[in-house]
């Protein structure tokens, strides 16, 4: 698995999803206190961007 920075962790706010794209993939990143989790950016049941809320 290879890293890709995509904003500062100063910039994501704790528990708020933000979306990215990363070599056209959406992503969507979750900050939890000094974790950051990266997921898919689409639901699976419902085929929306999980950083839209």
Known sequence: MTA???C???DLKDDV?????????P????RQGEQV???ADV????EI???EG
């Open 17 to 25: 999803p933000a979306g990215f794209e990363v070599d056209t993939v």
């Open 8 to 10: 500062s962790l100063t």
């Open 27 to 30: 992503v969507v990143l979750v």
């Open 43 to 46: 639901c699976s049941h419902a």
């Open 4 to 6: 890709v920075r995509v």
């Open 49 to 51: 961007a999980l950083s």
């Open 37 to 39: 989790y990266a997921l």
